[in-house]
């Protein structure tokens, strides 16, 4: 039987991407006892000093209700301090704390050179042309 379908189906192939990719990435946060939405976050704050719970949601592609338990964990872990800003006291600053940021120094040279393992598989040429053709798909598709 011939599918009616003509095109592959490209949400089910990025999220197999996805899930290889972090086969080799799991173990090296495990090994710092990160998960891999603290991971997001971390490396997010780490971009960006300070970010708003909304623009963490946004940027880390965590759900709001998820967010507040994982934030909530990364403060009792002494990773996150949250702080309310001077002039709105309803919103809320994330910033790293000192030990996070060290964390994030310790855990820079594994992630890369796993980044490095595979451009040796894949090749520095066509990582970079994936990661070109996911930024004209995001920019082009989120309009």
């Not at 520095?124 to 995001?138: A, E, F, N, P, S």
Request: overall charge positive; proline content about 6%.
């Amino acid at each position: 039987m011939t599918s009616p379908l003509r095109h592959r189906n490209l949400p089910h192939l990025l999220l197999q991407s996805r899930e290889t990719l972090m086969r080799g990435f799991r173990p090296i946060l495990q090994a710092h006892g990160l998960t891999e939405q603290q991971w997001r976050i971390l490396r997010a704050l780490l971009e960006d000093d300070a970010l708003e719970p909304r623009q963490l949601c946004e940027r880390c592609l965590i759900s709001s209700p998820s967010i507040t338990g994982v934030l909530m964990r990364m403060e009792e872990a002494g990773l996150i301090v949250r702080e309310r800003m001077p002039h709105d006291q309803r919103r809320v600053n994330v910033t790293l704390t000192p030990h996070a940021k060290k964390l994030g120094k310790r855990l820079a040279p594994e992630i890369e050179k796993k980044y490095a393992e595979i451009e040796a598989i894949v090749g520095v040429d066509q990582l970079q042309k994936m990661y070109d053709v996911l930024d004209v798909l995001l920019q082009r598709l989120d309009r």
